[in-house]
């Protein structure tokens, strides 16, 4: 099964934050700390902050496009950033059953981290470290980076300024060791918490039940993210 090679695989890996002019955050506004943004991934923190569509949890946002995870405490206060690795393969669902799949077996086209908003918690496959389900039936989960094969150039990638060679895994979400035990993982023990992976061929209202913007314009798409 997919899930039985996930943690063998787990490493060590490098901090991953970069500050940069934003907006300071208002009332009902999530607070993002001075780091850029996405206008997508900014709407929808603001509208998880102004709805309560984390339900007093903290909660993360996966940018794809810009290959980018903000994990935030339940007040939408931001708690650390990162450059993030994704599913090899475009697209916003899993293949039905690919769970269930040995790696061998998953074509590269089928290499997709899912988007939507899903309740995630802290757990363990083989016992030998932790990490985020983010959906463990499709074995989706967020987890430090993986350094097994060097070819794969996965820590390079994780520093290059662009998200352009972000896309390397079978679906999971990679992030620098350092940030996963200081960032992610205190958001998550003890406690469940929301992930929100955006889109990147659907818009946001059809990927996230009752979202709304927050910033007075159309919803935003895909295809009009930076």
């Not at 902050?49 to 940018?63: E, L, P, T």
């Not at 899993?94 to 769970?99: A, F, K, M, R």
């Not at 999971?172 to 990147?200: H, W």
């Amino acid at each position: 099964m997919r899930r039985a090679f996930l943690l063998a695989l787990l490493a060590a890996g490098l901090a991953g934050t970069s500050a940069a002019a934003a907006p300071a955050a208002g009332p009902g506004r999530a607070d993002f700390h001075g780091q850029a943004a996405s206008p997508p991934a900014r709407d929808v923190a603001d509208w998880v902050v102004a709805s309560g569509d984390n339900h007093g949890m903290a909660f993360v946002i996966i940018d794809k496009v810009q290959a980018r995870l903000f994990v935030f405490a339940p007040d939408g206060r931001l708690r650390g950033a990162s450059a993030a690795l994704l599913g090899l393969a475009r697209g916003d669902d899993s293949v039905p059953g690919i769970g269930e799949r040995k790696l061998a077996t998953i074509r590269p086209e089928e290499r997709t981290t899912p988007a939507g908003r899903f309740v995630a918690s802290l757990g363990a496959d083989l016992g030998i470290k932790d990490v985020v389900w983010v959906d463990y039936a499709d074995a989706i989960s967020l987890h430090r980076v993986i350094t097994t094969k060097p070819k794969e150039r996965r820590l390079q990638r994780l520093a290059t300024p662009t998200p352009l060679d972000n896309r390397i895994s079978y679906g999971c979400i990679n992030v620098p060791a350092k940030f996963y035990d200081t960032v992610v993982r205190p958001a998550f023990t003890g406690a469940s918490g929301v992930v929100y992976i955006l889109p990147e061929v659907r818009s946001l209202g059809a990927t996230f039940a009752g979202y709304r913007p927050t910033s007075g314009g159309a919803p935003h798409t895909a295809a009009s993210a930076p």
